[in-house]
């Protein structure tokens, strides 16, 4: 295509951990109106979960700028940039204070970004506070078409606007798909930071694994980590398997892997999980994948999304032979595209941002949550960065464009290991005497 026809947007990206920095940066390369090239901007929201450089590579996607910022910055910094497309990849709350700091910022304004915000993977828990926190975006992206119908039943029922929710697919999904067995065969247990959340259950999958590798000393079992001691993801993570395996007599076909999802998944043959979006991401690529039932199949677990799926299994049935075949039904309306969809998922969202950055004008935004329907919420919401009722900037905020002195940059480096010295070490031990 002749470089003339080509139209750069500017997009700028705010996450708030790894995962919603992958889900939203990728996000913004998916979702670009055809003919366009992108000029990528990342702001990663400074808190427990800000991604160090080694969770950043491994997500694999690179940006043209990436910093650092608080809310109130990255508000102010909105105010000077002329930004086409902004992608909210925040927890609920945050996505809440930072659309109330922008219709703040940009007030009066009939030129703004089209404003973008959804879920990192599966939504299996607090559906309806988690879509009318992400009221008032101009899209509220829906990874499948399940999700899409759920968001829409959501603002409906409330008298909310549901014009804004948008189904597409999960961003990070491809690869090829899987055509046989790799030699050695290859069992892949993608854990999770959150679930299970306690010792017992935790040391129970994980004895669990290494005695299916003993069982099938033929196969290579990998344990698929999320994060090394010390990093945080959008989870905490109190036990890291890292320090569970410690001291266990380990065979050797059994190992700890790092790395991205998608070259594990190169050399799978059987992806197990609790209830990782690992799942998806296998199962469009067609691998046998099993979401485990060991620890039943609970609401608090997130494994209940797949019922219906044909994947749910326990380690006994695997060590046992058990091949999970997928229910094609299911499948189809959980965004997975395992059929070869996948390319024109997104094609709403674009011909949608398409039409608003071609439209001129653009109305101000307008979240579901006020200071009049929510007296009692928003407030709160807002508070924790920074901001008044209205999405004024609060006195004594974070200031704006000045760079952290060395004193800060220590300062910040030990609140955040005590925080993590506290989440790993402190809390399970008060939760252990509690339980005496």
């Known amino acids: 295509m002749p470089a003339s026809a080509t139209q750069t947007l500017r997009v700028a990206v705010l996450a708030d951990s790894d995962t919603r920095w992958k889900w939203g940066s990728l996000t913004a390369n998916r979702i670009a109106p055809p ?29 043209d700028s990436l910093r650092e910022v608080t809310a109130v910055e990255f508000l102010r910094a909105m105010e000077k940039e002329p930004y086409d497309i902004l992608v909210l990849s925040l927890v609920g709350g945050g996505v809440q204070a930072m ?22 993977g599966v939504v299996y828990e607090k559906l309806t506070d988690g879509l009318l926190l992400r009221h008032g975006a101009d899209l509220v992206l829906a990874n499948s078409r399940q999700d899409a119908d759920r968001f829409t039943a959501v603002y409906d029922g409330v008298g909310a606007d549901s014009s804004a929710v948008t189904e597409v697919a999960l961003p990070f999904l491809g690869g090829d798909a899987y055509t046989g067995e790799h030699d050695p065969y290859t069992v892949v247990f993608a854990v999770q ?4 959340d306690n010792r017992r259950d935790r040391d129970h999958l994980l004895n669990r694994a ?35 395996v410690q001291g266990k007599d380990l065979p050797a076909n059994f190992s700890l892997v790092y790395g991205h999802m998608g070259d594990v998944l190169d050399r799978t043959d059987l992806l197990v999980t609790i209830s990782s979006t690992a799942a998806l991401e296998s199962l469009h690529r067609c691998i046998p994948t099993v979401v485990l039932t060991d620890l039943g199949i609970r609401e608090g677990l997130g494994n209940h999304h797949f019922v219906g799926s044909g994947c749910l299994a326990s380690w006994d049935q ?8 997928p229910d094609a039904e299911w499948v189809a309306r959980q965004g997975v595209a395992a059929e070869g969809s996948y390319e024109t998922a997104f094609d709403a969202a674009r011909e949608r941002i398409a039409e608003l950055l071609a439209g001129g004008e653009m ?38 464009d000045k760079a952290p002195g060395p004193v800060r940059q220590i300062v910040r480096r030990a609140a955040r290991g005590a925080y993590r010295h506290g989440v790993q070490r402190v809390a399970p031990v008060i939760r252990r005497m509690g339980e005496l």
């Open 35 to 63: 003919n366009s090239d992108i000029s990528l901007d990342g702001y990663l929201l400074r808190g427990r979960a800000t991604p160090t450089a080694r969770q950043l590579k491994e997500v694999g996607v690179t940006a």
């Open 318 to 325: 695997l060590d046992a032979g058990y091949k999970p075949v």
């Open 99 to 120: 659309l109330h700091g922008l219709a703040r910022a940009w007030d009066g304004r009939t030129k703004r970004p089209v404003v973008v915000t959804g879920y990192v």
């Open 363 to 400: 109305s101000a935004l307008t979240p579901y949550y006020t200071p009049e329907t929510a007296p009692g919420y928003l407030p709160g919401i807002l508070a924790r960065h920074h901001l008044g009722p209205d999405g004024t900037p609060l006195p004594g905020a974070p200031a704006a």
């Open 210 to 244: 290494i005695q299916h590798a003993r069982f099938h000393p033929n196969r290579e079992v990998l344990l698929k980590l999320r994060s090394k001691p010390g990093e945080h993801t959008t989870h905490i993570e109190e036990l890291p398997y890292q320090k569970l």
């Open 193 to 196: 930071p959150s679930v299970p």
